[in-house]
């Protein structure tokens, strides 16, 4: 059974930074890209951020672009998302996603984990 | 960007019901177009892909259709476990982008 559980999230003050996780079990996770998608409380989902399986094509929501790092570690079968500079609206559930299909960069998702809230707040 | 217009933003219907909930992109994205269902305090679940095709496990209840820049889902025979938030999303191209979302609420 596929299996992706967050973590890192909390209660952060503007300006500073936080690293959130998602452990992946239950598939070969070298080979699907993954994301990152947040919804901020009473609110509809955005996508932040993608990545392929090889680290090759990263994308970006124009609201995170220069702030906001992915990467994936294969051998921690790991995706990250290194959020800096953080502001109020920012606020949010943050999920990972594995996208469909194998090897493949636009794909659908599935499944979605059950998300970390980042709360920033001074 | 590519911007996906879903409307109603709500819509309010009886068991038993038929509804349709329609998604426009702002440039052509094929059929590259799913359907997420959420519902409070749960993470999004994926109903169709490809604009059309049926997640496994998902009843043929839900339907897909579209190309290019319109889509629609349409759910037939509404029960009570249908009332929920649906979102569309393209996964043409980056930066992947979602509908604001349909309230389905029971009427």
């Known amino acids: 059974e596929v299996q992706l559980v967050e973590s890192g999230g909390g209660l952060v003050q503007p300006g500073r930074s936080l690293r959130l996780s998602c452990a992946a079990s239950g598939f070969t996770f070298d080979d699907y890209a993954m994301h990152w998608v947040r919804q901020a409380p009473g609110k509809g989902l955005e996508w932040v951020s993608g990545i392929s399986w090889n680290s090759g094509s990263i994308g970006y929501a124009d609201s995170v672009k220069g702030r906001f790092t992915i990467s994936r570690d294969s051998a921690k079968n790991s995706l990250y998302l290194q959020m800096n500079s953080l502001r109020a609206e920012d606020t949010a559930l943050y999920y990972c996603a594995k996208v469909a299909a194998a090897r493949t960069v636009y794909n659908w998702f599935d499944p979605w984990g059950q998300g970390t809230l980042v709360t920033v707040s001074s | 960007d590519i911007q996906m217009t879903q409307s109603p933003s709500s819509l309010s219907a009886s068991v038993g019901d038929r509804v349709t909930i329609t998604c426009r992109a702002s440039q052509g994205i094929s059929n590259y177009l799913a359907w997420f269902q959420q519902k409070p305090g749960k993470a999004p679940k994926s109903l169709i892909y490809?604009?059309?095709s049926f997640q496994s496990g998902v009843p043929s209840k839900f339907s897909g259709s579209g190309s290019g820049t319109d889509f629609t889902l349409t759910i037939t025979s509404l029960q009570p476990e249908d009332f929920a938030t649906y979102y569309c999303q393209q996964y043409y191209s980056y930066p992947m982008t979602f509908g604001q979302g349909t309230r389905l609420e029971i009427k």
């Open positions: 490809a604009a059309s």
